[in-house]
């Protein structure tokens, strides 16, 4: 069976996620600050009765802060923890036509340590991102 | 099969540790029948399950030692000291078996039959020597134990329960907007009530009597007891308290380590007891209570107590302690050094506590629980150790308060008090770059939790409250937070690693409302903010505090400067010898340091962190009166004469923190902290000593000179006046000057090796002191 995506908008690009690694896509309520956490930790929230730990998707490609009210973020339980990683907007659930294959060419600041290859889905060209990498965040670069 | 074998392991495991007791006590009492029985009944069960499973070694063993037992059931033998022994060696052997079974290893068999051999009413007695070693080996397997229930599958139960908890609060929120309905609401509480009793029992599913932890000493005690020819008599008490199953397990290598320790370094062997007026027999007591949410096990000893001044002389030895700390160490603060890693009272290392184990780990390991350990002692009458723990590892109570407009937790074992900003009982003090508190004449250290965690205050100073926090271990202090909300238990998780990499947080948890709130780790909240100093470093501070108040007096003359990076920052006037322009080329970065050369002298340069792009460079020569320290800056600003506010940083440094001049901030440099940094022994000529060195020798050149240097002495001019003279054997020497003359030769009168380097410094430091004196 062709592997599932997850269409999203993060940093003004169209990206796909393993839609094997979501958990779900929720509207998050009400954020709650974690001062002096990792810097692309945007606060807790609270689904379900589990704390979530949310990731800002922006913060964790170094491309800025995410600001305004809550948005999408997709659900995505990593090493043990459930994170909420914030994007600009999940599209869709669609089939990739063909295996990743690895991206050619640079792909920009931020964007090379989460991408996973680029993927042929519709007749578009996705960029396969890793949620694991966008959780890590930065500071995983280093090590 | 296997589930069968498990099964079989676990609860020969189980009854071997059960049955630990039962034989000391037989040991006791030979005739007490129903011991005899309890041990023969093992044995027995032992035999016919290993039988079962084909085990034939295990058979052999429990066969032999259930055909002496049965000898002494029908009195054909007496229950000696022999068979006892014998008897506890095989099944020390059956549990060694048991846990190799387990684990897959192979254990050696040629013991077995000297084992069994021993049994025999004829046996010698040399044929028992490897009963001891076998006894102590046991003792380090037993770190692999688990519970027949898997612990998972509970902590699955208990946060199922806990889900079960927030979506009932959520529902009940939900219920409070619709209309009324009382059939609905007479179900919904039914419900809550299920709830709430599932989760007691769930949670009392993972307690344990303490009993088991203590059923292993009675063995404990009599095996060292007998190794070290002391007479011990442990009493046990409040076996039947309950506690965390895992709680158990986490506490059981420790005590075992203070037992341990209480037997070997505590009780006195029986004829020195006498000579001390004490019985003979030494009596050991452990106990446990349960205390609120705490549960305290003490263990008491009527030993020799721990002598703290000799702790105080082996840390002071060892560096630990400097002489005037030493001297303000309270009578608890110097027992409780014995808690300091690498630091025993004992003389020697003995077989049973010297294993490199100290009471350091044993400490760590409770607090690593959330524990806390003390120490009270009496010389020559015994020592009194205090285990405080948490009832559980999930629940904990804690505090709900709120700061910068948030709700933190704080776990309640670490509150020792709340107060109110403003009453009379609490006094605020700024030393440099901290801030003190004085609650009833007891000094501690400020911390704000806003600024701790980098946010805005929304609270003016009035509507504060003071927590006082004594993290497990640790030293008390202060805390200022907004506001105090309530007492709640919470069920506390672990937070996602890019959180707890803040340092501040011990976990999350979810309030009734669903939100999630973080909890406060009260030690990590004082590392953070750096205030791990006790009172005695409080002391000091204000000491030194009370001779900078006289620089930064009430109105400050303070010269505004721009650094070179293009901050504005302030030091007083006072500080300020001249303003110079230095040449660049006369910067180098030299030991460690940037220094400048001015003036045939050199200096630490502080303000850049390498030369800068430029011909010249600006700089600051600031002065405590003996040491300089050039600081580099761009331009000056102003001089100003004002009153401080200052806004202390947050943790020690170069700036002592920040006040507004104009509206606009400007940073106070931290002069105290320039000089404690900079300064050093080689900046200053004036106080410098000068060692004067015999002149053309090549050894004198590259070993000696290097080396007298490195010790903080100028070497001397030719021609120039020395403080001391080293001279080598046969060199004339000037009268009336303070000589240290070096000999090539080891032996010799009068002089000192030339490789002796320990008796070089002492002779040299004596030399100095003839000059001064």
Same mark, same amino acid.
């Given at each position: ?143 | ?18 049955? /630990? *007791?039962?034989?000391? @006590?037989?040991? $006791?009492?030979? !005739?007490?029948?129903? =011991? +005899?029985?309890?041990?023969? %009944?093992? &044995? ?114 208990? /946060? *199922?329960?806990?889900? @079960?908890?927030? $979506?009932?609060? !959520?529902?009940?929120? =939900? +219920?409070?907007?619709?209309? %009324?309905? &009382? ?129 105080? =002389? ?21 027992q409780a050094l014995v808690f300091s890693p690498g630091l025993s009272t004992a003389g020697e290392v003995t077989a049973i506590s010297g294993r490199g184990v100290g009471m350091d780990v044993v400490r760590a390991n409770i607090e690593r629980i959330g524990g806390v350990v003390d120490i009270d002692s009496r010389l020559g009458h015994g020592v009194r150790l205090c285990i405080r723990v948490p009832l559980t590892l999930t629940i904990i109570p804690a505090l709900t308060i709120s700061a910068a407009g948030q709700v933190f937790a704080i776990p309640r074992s670490a509150i020792e008090e709340i107060l109110r900003v403003g009453s009379e009982a609490v006094r605020f003090d700024k030393v440099g770059e901290a801030q003190v508190a004085t609650v009833r004449g007891r000094r501690m250290p400020m911390i704000a939790l806003c600024d701790l965690l980098g946010v805005e205050q929304v609270v003016s100073d009035s509507e504060r409250r003071i927590i006082l926090v004594k993290p497990a271990g640790g030293e008390c202090y202060a805390l200022g937070v907004a506001s105090v909300h309530d007492h709640e238990e919470l069920v506390v998780k672990p937070a996602a690693p890019a959180v707890m990499s803040a340092g501040l947080y011990a976990g999350t948890t979810l309030a009734d409302d669903g939100r999630p709130i973080l909890l406060l780790d009260p030690s990590g909240m004082a590392k953070c903010a750096g205030v791990n100093f006790n009172e005695a470093e409080i002391e000091r501070h204000l000491a030194v505090k009370a001779e900078r108040e006289e620089v930064l007096a009430a ?219």
């Amino acid at each position: 069976m062709a592997e599932l995506l997850l269409i999203a908008r993060l940093a003004g690009r169209r990206i796909a996620f393993p839609a094997a690694d979501v958990e779900a896509v929720v509207e998050l309520e009400g954020l709650t600050p974690a001062p002096r956490a990792a810097p692309h930790v945007a606060g807790l929230s609270a689904l379900r009765s589990r704390v979530l730990t949310v990731i800002d998707g922006l913060a964790a490609l170094e491309a800025g802060r995410t600001e305004g009210p809550a948005q999408d973020a997709i659900v995505v339980p990593s090493g043990g923890h459930t994170y909420a990683l914030l994007v600009e907007e999940v599209e869709d659930v669609i089939e990739a036509s063909a295996p990743p294959t690895p991206a050619k060419a640079p792909l920009g600041a931020g964007w090379d340590r989460v991408s996973l290859g680029m993927i042929e889905a519709e007749g578009e060209l996705f960029l396969l991102v890793d949620p694991h990498q966008l959780i890590a965040g930065p500071a995983a670069r280093a090590a | 099969m296997d589930e069968l074998i498990n099964d079989f392991i676990a609860e020969t495991r189980d009854m071997a540790q059960a049955l /630990s *007791g039962a034989i000391v @006590a037989w040991e $006791a009492a030979p !005739e007490d029948r129903a =011991r +005899l029985d309890e041990i023969f %009944r093992f &044995v027995h069960t032992v035999k016919g399950n290993s039988g079962f499973f084909d085990l034939p070694r295990l058979q052999q063993l429990s066969h032999a030692a259930e055909g002496a037992l049965a000898e002494v059931r029908e009195g054909k033998r007496p229950a000696d000291r022999i068979l006892v022994n014998a008897v506890l060696a095989v099944i020390d052997r059956i549990g060694e078996l048991v846990q190799a079974l387990e684990s897959g290893q192979s254990l050696g068999s040629e013991d077995d039959e000297q084992l069994i051999a021993a049994l025999s009413s004829e046996a010698a007695v040399p044929a028992l020597q490897p009963e001891a070693a076998a006894a102590v080996e046991t003792d380090n397997k037993k770190a692999v134990r688990s519970i027949r229930l898997s612990v998972d599958l509970l902590d699955r139960m208990m /946060s *199922g329960v806990s889900d @079960a908890v927030l $979506a009932r609060n !959520e529902l009940a929120r =939900r +219920l409070r907007d619709m209309p %009324r309905d &009382v059939a609905i609401e007479a179900a919904f509480d039914r419900v809550s009530q299920c709830i709430a009793e599932i989760r007691d029992a769930i949670t009392r599913t993972r307690m344990q009597r303490i009993d088991s932890l203590f059923a292993g000493l009675p063995r404990l005690v009599r095996d060292l007891s007998a190794d070290l020819g002391k007479q011990v008599r442990l009493q046990a008490d409040g076996g039947d308290v309950e506690m965390d199953r895992e709680m158990i397990e986490m506490i059981r290598d420790p005590l075992t380590h203070i037992v341990r320790n209480a037997i070997d370094h505590g009780i006195e062997a029986p004829e020195a007891r006498e000579e001390a007026g004490k019985p003979r027999l030494g009596t050991l007591k452990v106990s446990a209570r349960q205390a609120g949410n705490q549960i305290i096990i003490e263990v008491a000893d009527d030993g020799r107590g721990i002598d703290g001044d000799a702790l105080v =002389r082996k840390a002071r030895a060892v560096g630990l302690l400097t002489a005037e700390q030493a001297d303000k160490l309270s009578a608890g603060q110097k027992q409780a050094l014995v808690f300091s890693p690498g630091l025993s009272t004992a003389g020697e290392v003995t077989a049973i506590s010297g294993r490199g184990v100290g009471m350091d780990v044993v400490r760590a390991n409770i607090e690593r629980i959330g524990g806390v350990v003390d120490i009270d002692s009496r010389l020559g009458h015994g020592v009194r150790l205090c285990i405080r723990v948490p009832l559980t590892l999930t629940i904990i109570p804690a505090l709900t308060i709120s700061a910068a407009g948030q709700v933190f937790a704080i776990p309640r074992s670490a509150i020792e008090e709340i107060l109110r900003v403003g009453s009379e009982a609490v006094r605020f003090d700024k030393v440099g770059e901290a801030q003190v508190a004085t609650v009833r004449g007891r000094r501690m250290p400020m911390i704000a939790l806003c600024d701790l965690l980098g946010v805005e205050q929304v609270v003016s100073d009035s509507e504060r409250r003071i927590i006082l926090v004594k993290p497990a271990g640790g030293e008390c202090y202060a805390l200022g937070v907004a506001s105090v909300h309530d007492h709640e238990e919470l069920v506390v998780k672990p937070a996602a690693p890019a959180v707890m990499s803040a340092g501040l947080y011990a976990g999350t948890t979810l309030a009734d409302d669903g939100r999630p709130i973080l909890l406060l780790d009260p030690s990590g909240m004082a590392k953070c903010a750096g205030v791990n100093f006790n009172e005695a470093e409080i002391e000091r501070h204000l000491a030194v505090k009370a001779e900078r108040e006289e620089v930064l007096a009430a109105e400050s003359t303070l010269l505004l400067f721009r650094t070179l990076d293009g901050r504005r920052r302030a030091v007083p006037v006072g500080l300020v010898e001249r303003i110079e322009d230095v040449p660049v080329s006369a910067i180098g970065f030299s030991a460690g340091k940037l220094r400048l050369a001015l003036d045939g002298r050199i200096m630490p340069l502080c303000g850049c962190d390498a030369a800068p792009d430029a011909e010249k460079l600006r700089i600051l020569r600031l002065t405590d009166g003996d040491t300089e320290v050039a600081y580099g800056f761009a331009e000056v600003i102003d001089i100003r004469s004002l009153v401080l506010d200052l806004q202390s940083a947050p943790a020690p440094g170069e700036v002592a923190g920040a006040f507004l001049v104009d509206g606009a901030p400007v940073e106070l440099l931290d002069p105290h902290w320039l000089f404690s940094l900079h300064a050093d022994a080689g900046s200053d000529r004036a106080t410098q000593p000068v060692c004067a060195l015999p002149e053309g020798d090549s050894w004198v050149d590259v070993m000696l000179r290097p080396m007298i240097e490195g010790l903080g002495y100028r070497i001397a001019r030719a021609g120039e006046l020395a403080d001391i003279l080293i001279a080598l054997e046969d060199q004339e020497v000037p009268q009336d000057v303070n000589v240290v003359r070096l000999r090539s030769a080891v032996e010799g009168q009068g002089s000192v090796y030339r490789y002796d380097r320990a008796a070089l410094i002492g002779a040299l430091a004596a030399a100095k002191g003839r000059k001064h004196g």
